[in-house]
Each structure stands twice: as structure tokens, then as C-alpha cells.
């Protein structure tokens, strides 16, 4: 891929059928005639369809439902109406059905006879997940056993289409206009949650599907000592947003994420509130730039996550990873917040050597500077991998440290 | 909302907690392994970093019936209770055989013989028995549910305060009411309302829809915008202390919503609010609509409210489990009126519900459009 492929305007009924053909791909190598996707990504991912996602304790009640079937290149939608939530692009005739409702006994086995009607007798059907009503009716649902379909789809989506990429440059663009004017309005005396009203609306101004992510504004400690008590020592990352006025010299870690078209953005800055960063400050950013440069150097196609991790060490300078140590150095990105690949997480180095980028592999890179009194450094990059590198999806600037 | 993260106050989660012991002992379990982010807070009484959606069902909460002790996911300490000590938290791993360690470790685990988890996915159903040796796995949100199902007097004043805040969002996004505002733009007005009210999360991000005209229950398509006369629903789903408010209404662009629809809208509103009596069957409330010949709505005619949902969930969908729920005290209730008409639009209304012994209270006071 390479930019001029993703359009502007991505076409979602291509992409459906697109990522329909990656997933019954997939299918077919793990063996499996149905899927049944009961988890809102997922189903988000198997048919195409968005919708402003919810609470996740109303979403158990409230949702949609996704078969996909070996030999139908059309999915099956089981979709429920909240306020206006219709279906998105056309379905098939057919493939649109009323809403199941699987927290109860009386909607699994409902679904049950549906599902029976679409699959052959004898088929292998692989689910995400299953509420307790589906576990009392497993043996109906499930003749055939139990397969797992989360690995399945995480394998079909790890590399991205090029509409998939162009919903989420369309999700990042919002972000970070929405942030543009959030940036503004960051002075002392602001709440915190003031700036997480004034992003969500800009972004939902800007055609936002949903926001997908409490929006973060983290005031970082003086030290690693006098910050949140943590069960590893290292630093809390992320810290809730409460009604805490901004000071003048309060040092942020922004963290926001929102979805357009059922794909999220990503988006991680540090700010300093009301005036300049020190130079003290500064060069915890130019270590930060130091990091994420040769990491650039080394990503690719064909490169190891464990290629990415030592360049990042390397650069760091003082041999420890320059990442929280509950997180990673990068993550996917898609239908999920954060997805395949992760590289650098507590699976450890062996994992990270057999862990192998694509093209087509969104990473977001978001490497961790820390220097007690400094505040530290901590920003996101969106990476779309390629063949000879990758396409920087971010834009935007790592104002007030730098350009 | 305060300006630190604190943990629910104490009086609010210890009644919750003895509630789902209670109910561990009725349904027979020794051990609650918990992955539903509302379960986890009403037993833990901790605050965790909200995303929206579902999420992969993972152990993030595990309640020992004979000890009472609680280990929970979280990295760190701020907005943990002082009843669960640092040495029961545990950090996030990308290899579920770490999390299956630390439960395997806990007292009471080995010995369990039946444990409940809130949903369950295969790649656990894989792993989880090697933390639980001598356990049958079952079916542990039946107990959750039972627990959430009636409100204790701090979930209702905490349930309260929920309202008002999405009451007030709800508000400002109706004052923003003219020709040519988009969906969206209704929706921003709303969402900011809230969070400027503390509560940032968002029960349901669907704030407005300019109901069709064409079709009973579809959007009405095009840009979004809404046009003189068009009916416009609103609807403010918040959560504040992790607890569920919902307020909805209809108005006109322009006018008044027509009498004729706003009256029909009103008649089943009545009969739903009339149906919200202990003891009734949760069917009384399907019977609302169908009593006087309304075509029942594409969403449940009304839903508990709580940390997520709570039982009943009364749909026509569900048309036994309806018919076998009772309606008790305590529960409070999403009742949504939904009706319409071709070549007009719907009318749409939502409201919070408390059901007492002496019959329904209102908990939400927006004015009709």
C-alpha cells in the first residue's frame, strides 16, 4: 500500500467485502464453517456496520450479533434499535434480523433455532464469547464443539485494507482537530473534565461516530516516589479524569481515542499548562524524538517486533525500556483501541523475535520518557507498516516542546 | 464528581457487596470470578478507566464467599478501597496463564467447588481450570443479576444524582433545537453538557435522531440536519458513579409535536407508568402498547437501570421471560413510549423510574415537547 491507494472517501461496501474475504479466509485455515460474534468490535469488524457505541453495560443487552458463514459472502446481522441506530450499509436480502437477546434464556434459544436454520447440521462453529444463557444452551448452540473465533478474527484483521485505513485517517483527522481546540482552551483554572466536553463535542461537531475512550488528561507527578502507588513501581498510566483545576506548570499526558465509520483513531501529546517547557523539559522530548527516529529506522515489513524494542533500548540510552511496564511500545489499531500486533508487552522477548511485521499493520508507537522534575515525555505515532518503511498516519504538532 | 479518584463511599459498596454475597450463597457459589466492568464496581467499589463497547471477557475480580476477600485487576492504588489491600491487586498481562497464577494462589480457590464467572470465552474456559482444580465452572452473571436487581437507599441517592445530570444535558441539547443543526451537532451540545456536569461517560452515545417520516423506526438518512417540522429524539444516557440514568423526549423543529401522535405517545406512557407495581408481571408492561392496539416498539418498552443493565429487560422479543418477571420495589426502570405515524415521524419519551411499594416515582421531570 502506499498513500495514493487510500482514498479519500473510503468505500465501505468494497471494504466489507474486502475484510468478508480475509475473515472467511481465516475460517478456513482454523477449519471453521460459522462464526457466531457476539463482542461489538468484532461484529463491527464481520459486517461493516457502525453504530455510536454505548456504556458497556448496556451494550451486553443492547447487542448486535454477527453469523458469517463459510460458503455467504454476506453476513448475518441480528441488530437491535436503541434511538436511531439502523443498519449502515445495505445488507443482503435476508441477512438483516431482529434484535437476539442472548443475557436471557428465552433469547438464546431463540437465536438458537435461527442460528440452526443458517448453519448446516454438523458445521464447526467458532464464538467470541458466551453469556451464561449461551453456556446453558451450549450443547444446542454448539453441537459440534467449542472453537474459539477471537483468534480468527484477530488474525483476519491485523492487516488493514486500504478503506480500513482510510476510516481511520478519517477518524485521526477528527482527533486531532477536536484537539486543535482543546489545546486552546488549556490554561490554569480549567477542569479537567471541562476539556474532555469541549473534545467530545468538537468531535462529534466534526462527524465523530462515538468516542471510544474516557478522554485523558493526566497531571504527571513531580517524581516517580510521589506519584500513585503502583504494584510494579513504575509509573500509573491512566489516571482517571476528575473536576481537578489545571495549575500553571502542571505537565499533561493526553490521551483520547474516538471512531468514525466503527474504526478508532489514536492520539497521545504531552502538554505543559500556561507556559513554556523548561529545558530540562525539552530534551526529555528531543530523548523522546531520539527513540521514536530509530525506531522509524528500523520498521518494516518483514521487521521483528524484538528489532523494534532494541532500537528503542538503544536509543534510550541507559539500557531499560522506554515504556510503562504494564504496556508496550506499540500496538495495533482498528476496530479496537489497541490490537494486534503488541509489541514489547510482558510476553517477553521471545515473543516480540516471533512477532513479525506486515504491510498493511497499523502501530501506534508510544515510547516513555521519564525524568523525575521534568514531567517526562510521552506522545503516540499512527503507523500504517509497508514494504519499505511505513506511512506516518499523525499529524500533529508536539507543540509547546516542538514541531 | 470530586477532584481526586476516589473509591465509591463505603456505605454504597458494603451494602452492594453483602447483596452479592447474599446471592453467591443462594445460587451455591464458593467463588465469583468477575470480567463485566458493572459487576466489578458494584463489588469492588472502584472506579476503572472507561472505553466504550463491549469488552473480551477476561478476569478482572474475583469475590471469595467464605473469606469475603476481593482481588481485582488494576495497576495501582488510587480509587481502591481500603478493604482491598494492595497485595490483592494484580497488573495487566498479555498471558492469561498470569492472571490464572495469582487466582490460583488466593484462599479458597483450591478447595472451590463451584465458581461463577459473568460471561466466559472459549480461550478461558480453556485456562480458568487450572486456577479452580476442584471447581465446576457455572454461570455467575444469574447471581450478579439477582444482586443488582433492587436498589439499595445509596444506589438510589447516587442513582439520583445521575439524573439530574442527564436531565440537565438533556436540556441544553434541546435548547440548541432549530432548522439546518445536525444529529451530531446535538449530540456535542449534549455530551458536553454532561461532562461540564461531572459526568463524562456516556450511557449511550445516540443523543439525537431526526425520526423518519418513511419508516417506523429507521433514522430518517440524508445529512442529519433537521428541517421545520421534523421530530427530533433526544436522548441522555449518563453515567455518573458508574450508574445509568436515562432521560428522553421529542420535539418539533419549529412547533409543537401534533397533538394527535403526542396524545397517542402519552396514552402509552400512562399505562407504562401504571404497570410499574410490585407484583405486577414485567408483561404489563408489553401490554401497555398492545392493550390499546400501539404497535410495540424496536427497543425493550423498559429496561433496569443500575451500574449497566438490570433485570427485567421487557421486550417483545422476550415474550415468557416477560410474562414470568415480576415487577418489585427497588427496581428502577427505563420506561420508553414510543410511537408513529406515517408521513409524521415518532414520538419518543424515556424516563427513570423508581417502583416503590406505594407504585411508581418518577425520577426524571424534563418537560414533554
Known amino acids: ?403 | 464528581m470530586a477532584t481526586e479518584v476516589r473509591p465509591d463511599d463505603r456505605a454504597l459498596r458494603l451494602g452492594r457487596r453483602e447483596r452479592a454475597l447474599a446471592q453467591m450463597k443462594a445460587h451455591d457459589l464458593d467463588v465469583l470470578v468477575l470480567g463485566r466492568t458493572a459487576n466489578v464496581r458494584y463489588v469492588t467499589g472502584a472506579p476503572t478507566i472507561w472505553t466504550a463497547g463491549t469488552s473480551s471477557f477476561g478476569p478482572a475480580c474475583m469475590l471469595v464467599r467464605s473469606t469475603g476477600s476481593i482481588h481485582l485487576l488494576s495497576t495501582w492504588d488510587e480509587g481502591i478501597p481500603e478493604d482491598i489491600p494492595r497485595e490483592n491487586l494484580f497488573g495487566l498481562t498479555w498471558n492469561p496463564m498470569n492472571t490464572i497464577e495469582v487466582l490460583r494462589r488466593v484462599e479458597g480457590t483450591a478447595a472451590a467447588r463451584r465458581v461463577g464467572t459473568d460471561a466466559m470465552s472459549p480461550a478461558f474456559a480453556q485456562v480458568l481450570p487450572a486456577a479452580f482444580p476442584a471447581a465446576e465452572l457455572v454461570d455467575g452473571e444469574l447471581a450478579m443479576r439477582a444482586a443488582r436487581r433492587i436498589k439499595t437507599a445509596e444506589e438510589l441517592a447516587v442513582l439520583r444524582q445521575a439524573v439530574e445530570v442527564a436531565e440537565t444535558s438533556l436540556a441544553k441539547a434541546v435548547a440548541e433545537l432549530r432548522p439546518g443543526v445536525t444529529e451530531k451537532e446535538l449530540a456535542g451540545v449534549l455530551l458536553e453538557a454532561a461532562a461540564a456536569g461531572g459526568a463524562t461517560i456516556p450511557a449511550d452515545q445516540d443523543a439525537a435522531v431526526v425520526t423518519s417520516r418513511e419508516h417506523p423506526w429507521r433514522r430518517a438518512g440524508g445529512d442529519g440536519r433537521a428541517a421545520p417540522g421534523d421530530l427530533v429524539a433526544f436522548t441522555a444516557g449518563v453515567v455518573a458513579h458508574g450508574y445509568i440514568a436515562e432521560a428522553g423526549r421529542t420535539h418539533a423543529v419549529g412547533g409543537a409535536v401534533p397533538a394527535a401522535l403526542a396524545a397517542r405517545c402519552d396514552r402509552v406512557w400512562d399505562r407504562l407508568l401504571a404497570a410499574c407495581r410490585p407484583g405486577a408481571p414485567a408483561s404489563d408492561l408489553l401490554d401497555a402498547y398492545t392493550g390499546i392496539g400501539e404497535t410495540l416498539p424496536p427497543m425493550p418498552a423498559a429496561r433496569g437501570l443500575g451500574l449497566g443493565f438490570d433485570p427485567p429487560v421487557v421486550t417483545g422479543g422476550l415474550p415468557r421471560t416477560a410474562a414470568e418477571e415480576r415487577i418489585e420495589a427497588g427496581m428502577v426502570l427505563a420506561l420508553t413510549g414510543y410511537v408513529w405515524e406515517a408521513g409524521t415521524g415518532a414520538v419518543f419519551r424515556r424516563d427513570s423510574v423508581l417502583v416503590t411499594d406505594n407504585g411508581p416515582e418518577l425520577l426524571t421531570t424534563a418537560p414533554v415537547g
Open chain 1, 1 to 403: 500500500m502506499t498513500v495514493t491507494d487510500i482514498p479519500d472517501v473510503p468505500d465501505i461496501a468494497r471494504m466489507r467485502r474486502e475484510t468478508g474475504q480475509k475473515l472467511r479466509d481465516a475460517m478456513a485455515r482454523h477449519g471453521v464453517d460459522a462464526l457466531v460474534l457476539i463482542g461489538n468490535s468484532k461484529v463491527s469488524y464481520a459486517t461493516g456496520v457502525s453504530w455510536p457505541l454505548g456504556d458497556s453495560g448496556l451494550a451486553h443487552v443492547d447487542r448486535p450479533v454477527a453469523v458469517v458463514l463459510a460458503g455467504d459472502p454476506e453476513p448475518h446481522l441480528f441488530m437491535p434499535f436503541r434511538e436511531g441506530a439502523g443498519p449502515g450499509p445495505e445488507l443482503a436480502a435476508g441477512h438483516l434480523h431482529d434484535p437476539v437477546y442472548l443475557e436471557y434464556d428465552e433469547g438464546a434459544e431463540l437465536f438458537a433455532a435461527q442460528l440452526a436454520g443458517l448453519v448446516p447440521s454438523g458445521a464447526v462453529i467458532a464464538v467470541d464469547e458466551l453469556t451464561g444463557a449461551m453456556r446453558r444452551l451450549q450443547h444446542r448452540l454448539f453441537p459440534g464443539g467449542l472453537v474459539d473465533a477471537g483468534r480468527i478474527v484477530s488474525a483476519a484483521k491485523a492487516v488493514k485494507t486500504a478503506d480500513e485505513v482510510a476510516c481511520m485517517r478519517r477518524a485521526l483527522r477528527i482527533t486531532e482537530e477536536a484537539i486543535a481546540d482543546v489545546e486552546r482552551a488549556v490554561a490554569p483554572g480549567v477542569r479537567q473534565v471541562d476539556l474532555s466536553g469541549r473534545f467530545v463535542r468538537r468531535a462529534f461537531e466534526l462527524g465523530a461516530t462515538a468516542n471510544v475512550l474516557d478522554p485523558i488528561w493526566q497531571v504527571m507527578p513531580p517524581s516517580r516516589a510521589e506519584g500513585v502507588w503502583t504494584i510494579h513501581g513504575d509509573l500509573a498510566l491512566p489516571l482517571l479524569t476528575t473536576e481537578r483545576e489545571l495549575v500553571r506548570g502542571d505537565v499533561l499526558w493526553v490521551d483520547v481515542s474516538v471512531s468514525w465509520g466503527g474504526y478508532c483513531s489514536d492520539f497521545g501529546r504531552t502538554w505543559v499548562v500556561g507556559q513554556d517547557p523548561s529545558p530540562r523539559q525539552r530534551a526529555q522530548f528531543r530523548r523522546w524524538t531520539e527513540i521514536t527516529d530509530a525506531v522509524h529506522a528500523v520498521t518494516r515489513a518483514g521487521a521483528t517486533g524484538a528489532e523494534l524494542t532494541k532500537a528503542a533500548i538503544e536509543a534510550h540510552g541507559d539500557g531499560t525500556r522506554p515504556w510503562v511496564k504494564h504496556f508496550y511500545l506499540g500496538h495495533g489499531l482498528g476496530v479496537d483501541a489497541a490490537e494486534m500486533p503488541f509489541v514489547g508487552t510482558d510476553l517477553g522477548d521471545q515473543f516480540d523475535q516471533s512477532l513479525v511485521l506486515e504491510a498493511g499493520n497499523i502501530l501506534v508507537l508510544e515510547p516513555v520518557v521519564w525524568e523525575d522534575g521534568t514531567g517526562g515525555y510521552r506522545a503516540e505515532e499512527v503507523m500504517l507498516i509497508t514494504d519499505d518503511g511505513y506511512i506516518m498516519l499523525s499529524d500533529y504538532p508536539y507543540t509547546p516542546y516542538g514541531d
